[in-house]
C-alpha cells in the first residue's frame, strides 16, 4: 500500500481510522488499474517491437540467399532455398512463380499472427503484409505476325491477347486456329484478339501461315540464238498479280554428259559457250510466282536445243609409188576418229575400201600400177559424224629403172661423159636424157634426150665446171615410168690457189705479195683481224700482184688472203697470211735506281719512267752478288721481268758486293717497245768485320789482347808498354804488323795497322844487361844493350866531315841514315847532350841517365868489359854509332875523331849501344 503525504506521527491515527468510502476506493482501485494496463501495454509494445525486427532480419536474408541462388542458377529459386534456416517463431513462405525472373517471400510471427512483412526483387526492402498474389502472362509470336505482350497480373484477373498478322499472312487456319498454349489460350472462338483469366500462369503462343497466291505458272517458250561460239537461250516471262516471278533452268550437253542441273535466275535468258562441234546444247526452264510468305510449286517446262554441226573435212592425196597414194586431211579437234573410203570410180561404187582411224594421214597401198584411185573422208565425233568431203584423185605410177651411172674422161680439151644401161622393169625399155651445164658461165643445155650411152663437149675454159646431168625412163608403149633420179659427173678445168705473203712494214702499213696467175684478169685480197675474216674486213681488188696496206692501227695482228679473177670466175682463196704492225711508243729513259739497306734487307726502288697514253710500262732487272777478291759465292740472276717499281734481297753476307740494273720498255698487248739501256750500277757492299790479336811478353798492352770488330779497312793503333827492365824492340807477325818490313829503326812500341784482314800481331821486348864496372865510375851501374844479335852497320864519315851516314850491313837493311847536328854548322862535331834525346829515354824508360863524357870515357877505356861483352879485341875495333836518332845514344866525339883519324872514309863495320848510368842503384 502506499501512502501519499502522511507524516509518521500520523500513520497510526490511520491505521486506526474508519474505512475508505467508496469514491475512495474506486479511485484507488481506478488507479491501481490504470497503473497495471500501463505496465502491461508497455511490456507488450517491447515485444512487438522485437519481433517486427525479427521478421525484417529475416527477410533481408533469405533476400540475399535468394540473390545468391540467382548467381549460381540465373534464375531465383521456385521456393525458399533449403540452406536458409528462419529465427524460431517465424515462417517464412513465398519464392518466384514466374519462372525465375521474380520474387517474392512473405514472413509472419507466430505470437504475432497479425504481424506480417514481405520482400522481392524490386530490391525495396522489407515491406509491411504479405506478397499479393500475381500471375505472370507470356505471349508468343509465331512467323508471320506480332502478339501483344504480356505481364505480371493480379490473380484471376482478365486480360487481352491480341495476334496481327504481317503483310502476305493470316492467322492459322485461316484466322481459325490462331492461339494455342496453356489453358484458356486458346479460348474465346480462336480468333486473333480474346480474353483470358489469370487464373495461374499463362503462355500463349499466335499462329499465322502465308495468304497462298492464287496464280499457276505455265511452261515458258524457249529460243535460242549462235553468234560467235556464244548461244543464248531467251524464254517468255510469267506474270501473276501481287506476286514476283523467278524461273530455274537445266543446261545439259550430249553426248558429252554435262549437266548443270537446277539453277536459278531472276533474268529471261542464259548464254552458254557452245563451241565443241558434234554436240547438242538443251535448256530446260520452269517458271515460279512467289512473295516473301509464300511460293508457288515450279511450273512445267519449256525446252529448246541446238546442235553444233561438225566441219567438214578437206582431203588431199598424192601419187607415193607405183603401189601407193600417200592421204590427208583436215584434222578437226572434237574428232575421235576419222573414215576414209577409197574406190575407182567417183561415185565410190567400185572397188570400194573404208579405213578408221585417229590420225589424219595415211598411206594406201598395194595398189596397182597407173590407177588412178578416188579418196574421200569425213569426221566421226561422239555421237554424230560430219557429211563427207569432196573427194581427191592420185594416179599411181609406173616403176622406173634404177638411176644410171655416168663417169667422164676428159682427152686435152675434150671430155667424154658415158653410161651403162640400167635396169629396168621387165617388159619396158629404157631411154635417156642429159642436162649439161656449164658454171659459172651459166650455160645449162636443159633436158636433151638420146639413145645413145655417152655425150662428148669441148671443156678447155679454165675455172668452168663441166657436168653432165643424166636420167633414164622405162617405156612401153604409150605407158613410161617417171623419170630417174640424177646421176651428175662434174669436170672442173680448176684454178691454181694463190700464195700470199704479208710482212710488216711499220706501225700503220703491211707490205702483201702473192702468186700471179697468167690466166688473170684481176686479184681480189681481203684484210681482217681475224682468221675468219668475220671482223674488220676490207677488200681491194687490182691487176698487180703486191699491195701495201695502209692505215692500219698500231701492234694489230692482220690477216690476208687473195684470190685469183679469171673471165670463168675467181679461184679459191689462198690460205691466209699475217703480220703485226709495230707501235711507236717512245722508249722510255733509262730508270734510275735507289738502295736502301735495313738490317739484313737492300730494297732497290726503280724511277717511274713515261709511255705513251695507252701503252703500259714495265721493267726487267739484273741482280747480281760479287765475290771479294779470291773469294767464292758469286750469283747472277739474269734479266728478270717486274710490274713492281722495287725489289728487295737479303745482303747479309760480309765482304759481298750486291748490284741491280734495271731496264724498262712500254707495251700493249702482245707488241712491245724496246728495253732501255740499263741503269747506272746501285751496288751495296756489306763491309767485312775484322779482328785484330796482340800477344808478347815483358809487354802491356793498351788494348785487350782480342779487339774488333774493325770494319774493313778502318786503322787500328796498337801499343806495347814494356814493364820496368826493359825495353820494346820491334813488331812481328802478320801483314802490317812489322815496321819498314821488319826492321824497325825507331822501335816504335805505338803504331796504327791498317785493318783489311785479321791480324795476330807480337810485341818483341827484352831486358837491360846489367853490367857492373866497378869503381870506374864511382860504383854506379851501367844498363846496356847489345845489339849486334840483331843490327850490323857499315858507318861512313862522309867527305864533308859533317855527316855521319848510316847503311844498311845486310840486305834486309838497306836504308841509309843520316845523323846531322841540325843546330851547328858544318864541320862542328856532334853533341851527343845537345843532339840526342836519348837521355829522355834513360831518365824516363830506364830510372837512370846518359854518361857524362867522364863517365863514358872511363867505359871506353874498360875495353876488356867491352872485348867480353861484344867481343871486339881492341879498342880501334870498336867505335859508336847510332840507330834511330830518337832511341839511342852512343856518338861522342872521341869516337868520331877517331874513325875520321883513323879510317877516313873507309868505314868499320861494329855495333851500337846505349849506356845508361843509374844513379840511384
Known amino acids: 500500500m502506499f501512502s501519499c503525504g502522511n507524516k509518521p506521527k500520523d500513520q497510526k491515527k490511520l491505521l486506526f481510522s474508519s474505512a475508505f468510502t467508496l469514491i475512495e476506493l474506486i479511485v484507488v482501485v481506478t488507479i491501481i488499474a490504470i497503473l497495471a494496463t500501463i505496465g502491461v501495454v508497455g511490456y507488450n509494445s517491447w515485444r512487438q517491437a522485437t519481433a517486427t525486427a525479427q521478421l525484417k532480419s529475416d527477410l533481408n536474408s533469405v533476400a540475399t540467399a535468394m540473390e545468391d541462388n540467382r548467381n549460381f542458377n540465373n534464375k531465383y529459386p ?6 536458409f534456416n528462419p529465427t524460431t517463431g517465424v515462417t517464412l513462405s513465398g519464392g518466384s512463380d514466374d519462372g525465375g525472373l521474380t520474387f517474392c517471400v512473405s514472413a509472419v510471427n507466430s505470437q ?30 509465331g512467323t508471320g505476325g506480332t502478339v501483344s505482350p504480356g505481364g505480371t497480373y493480379a490473380s484471376n484477373s482478365v486480360q487481352t491477347i491480341t495476334a496481327t498478322p504481317s503483310q502476305y499472312y493470316r492467322g492459322l487456319g485461316n484466322n481459325t486456329n490462331v492461339w494455342t498454349g496453356d489453358s484458356g489460350c486458346a479460348g ?111 511450273g512445267p517446262t519449256g525446252t529448246d536445243g541446238w546442235f553444233f554441226t561438225p566441219t567438214i573435212p578437206v582431203i588431199t592425196c598424192t601419187t607415193a609409188s607405183s603401189s601407193s597414194v600417200n592421204c590427208s586431211w583436215t584434222s578437226n579437234p572434237y574428232a575421235t576418229n ?80 658415158t653410161w651403162s644401161a640400167p635396169t629396168c622393169p621387165p617388159g619396158t625399155s629404157a631411154r635417156y636424157r642429159y642436162d649439161y651445164t656449164i658454171a659459172p658461165i651459166g650455160f645449162d643445155s636443159g633436158w636433151t634426150s638420146t639413145a645413145s650411152t655417152s655425150v662428148a663437149f669441148t671443156t678447155s675454159t679454165e675455172g668452168q665446171t663441166y657436168c653432165v646431168a643424166l636420167q633414164a625412163q622405162a617405156y612401153t608403149g604409150s605407158a613410161s615410168s617417171a623419170w630417174t633420179a640424177s646421176d651428175t659427173d662434174c669436170y672442173l678445168r680448176g684454178i691454181p690457189t694463190p700464195t700470199i705473203t704479208a710482212t710488216t712494214a711499220s ?30 674486213l676490207t677488200t681491194i681488188t687490182q691487176a698487180g700482184t703486191t699491195y701495201t696496206s695502209t692505215g692500219l692501227n698500231e701492234g694489230v695482228t692482220y690477216y690476208f688472203r687473195v684470190n685469183s679473177n679469171l673471165p670463168a670466175g675467181p679461184s679459191a682463196d689462198s690460205p691466209y697470211g699475217t703480220a703485226t704492225t709495230t707501235i711507236t711508243t717512245p722508249t722510255p729513259n733509262p730508270p734510275t735506281t735507289t738502295d736502301n739497306t735495313v738490317g739484313a734487307t737492300t730494297t732497290w726502288t726503280f724511277s717511274a719512267e713515261t709511255c705513251a697514253g695507252g701503252t703500259t ?34 745482303t747479309s753476307t760480309e765482304g759481298k758486293t750486291y748490284n741491280v740494273v734495271v731496264q724498262a720498255r712500254c707495251y700493249t698487248g702482245a707488241t712491245t717497245s724496246s728495253w732501255t739501256s740499263s741503269s747506272a750500277n746501285n751496288t751495296y757492299y756489306r763491309i767485312i768485320n775484322y779482328y785484330l790479336t796482340l800477344a808478347g811478353s815483358n809487354c802491356t798492352f793498351s788494348q785487350s789482347p782480342g779487339m774488333g770488330p774493325y770494319p774493313e779497312g778502318s786503322a787500328a793503333t796498337m801499343t806495347c808498354t814494356p814493364t820496368a827492365t826493359n825495353y820494346f824492340d820491334h813488331w812481328s807477325g802478320d801483314t802490317g804488323c812489322t815496321i819498314n818490313g821488319g826492321t824497325d829503326y825507331t822501335h816504335t812500341a805505338s803504331h796504327t795497322i791498317t785493318m783489311d784482314s785479321n791480324k795476330s800481331c807480337v810485341a818483341l821486348s827484352s831486358h837491360w844487361i846489367y853490367a857492373d864496372v866497378g869503381g870506374q865510375i864511382g860504383g854506379k851501374y851501367v844498363w846496356y844493350k847489345d845489339l849486334s844479335a840483331e843490327y850490323a852497320y857499315k858507318v861512313n864519315n862522309n867527305a864533308d866531315n859533317n855527316t855521319w851516314t848510316v847503311m844498311g850491313g845486310d840486305s834486309s837493311h838497306p836504308n841509309q841514315r843520316v845523323l846531322r847536328d841540325p843546330n851547328t854548322a858544318p864541320g862542328n862535331t856532334l853533341d851527343w847532350a845537345s843532339w840526342y834525346p836519348s837521355q829522355y829515354r834513360c831518365n824516363s824508360s830506364l830510372g837512370g841517365r846518359v854518361p857524362n863524357n867522364g863517365e863514358l870515357a872511363g867505359i871506353i877505356a874498360n875495353k876488356s868489359l867491352f872485348n867480353q861483352d861484344y867481343g871486339f879485341g881492341t879498342l880501334d875495333d870498336w867505335y859508336g854509332s847510332s840507330n834511330e836518332a830518337t832511341d839511342y845514344d852512343t856518338t861522342i866525339s872521341p869516337v868520331r875523331n877517331r ?13 851500337a849501344a846505349i849506356r845508361c848510368i843509374a844513379d840511384n842503384v
Not at 503484409?129 to 509470336?141: D, F, I, P, R, S
Not at 499462329?207 to 535460242?224: D, G, K, L, Q
Not at 739484273?622 to 717486274?642: C, E, H, N, R
Open 617 to 650: 710500262l714495265e721493267y726487267r732487272y739484273d741482280y747480281t752478288i760479287v765475290p771479294p777478291p779470291l773469294g767464292s759465292g758469286g750469283y747472277d740472276s739474269g734479266w728478270m721481268a717486274t710490274s713492281a717499281s722495287s725489289v728487295a734481297f737479303t
Open 188 to 298: 474465346g472462338g480462336n480468333i486473333l484478339s480474346h480474353t483470358i483469366t489469370m487464373d495461374t500462369k499463362k503462355d500463349c503462343t499466335a499462329n499465322f501461315e502465308p495468304i497462298p497466291i492464287v496464280c499457276v505458272p505455265s511452261a515458258p517458250t524457249v529460243t535460242h540464238a549462235t553468234v560467235a561460239g556464244t548461244t543464248t537461250f531467251s524464254w517468255t516471262p510469267g506474270v501473276c498479280g501481287g506476286a514476283s516471278t523467278r524461273y530455274q533452268y537445266r543446261y545439259t550437253i550430249s553426248p558429252s554428259g554435262f549437266d548443270s542441273g537446277w539453277i536459278s535466275t531472276a533474268s529471261p535468258s542464259a548464254a552458254f559457250t557452245t563451241t565443241t562441234e558434234g554436240q547438242t546444247y538443251s535448256l530446260d526452264v520452269q517458271t515460279q510466282f512467289y512473295n516473301p510468305a509464300t511460293s508457288t510449286a515450279w
Open 112 to 141: 504475432f499472427p497479425s504481424l506480417s512483412f514481405h520482400i522481392d526483387s524490386t530490391n525495396n526492402g522489407p515491406q509491411p503484409g504479405v506478397c499479393a498474389t500475381q500471375k505472370l502472362l507470356a505471349t508468343y509470336a
Open 507 to 536: 706501225s700503220t702499213s703491211v707490205n702483201v705479195s702473192w702468186t700471179s696467175d697468167a690466166y688473170a684478169t684481176s686479184y681480189t685480197m681481203d684484210r681482217a683481224t681475224n682468221s675468219s675474216f668475220t671482223t674488220g
Open 338 to 417: 576419222y573414215s576414209m573410203d577409197r574406190a575407182t570410180n567417183s561415185s565410190f561404187t567400185t572397188g570400194l575400201t573404208t579405213i578408221t582411224q585417229a590420225g589424219t594421214t595415211y598411206t594406201s597401198t598395194g595398189l596397182a600400177q597407173g590407177t588412178t584411185y578416188y579418196f574421200r573422208s569425213k569426221t566421226n565425233l561422239a555421237g554424230s559424224s560430219s557429211a563427207y568431203s569432196p573427194y581427191d584423185t592420185a594416179t599411181t605410177t609406173v616403176d622406173i629403172c634404177n638411176v644410171p651411172v655416168d663417169n667422164y674422161s676428159t682427152v686435152g680439151a675434150t671430155t667424154t661423159w
Open 899 to 911: 874513325i875520321t883519324d883513323d879510317y877516313g872514309d873507309r868505314g868499320k863495320t861494329g855495333t
Open 78 to 83: 521456385a521456393t525458399i532455398p533449403s540452406t
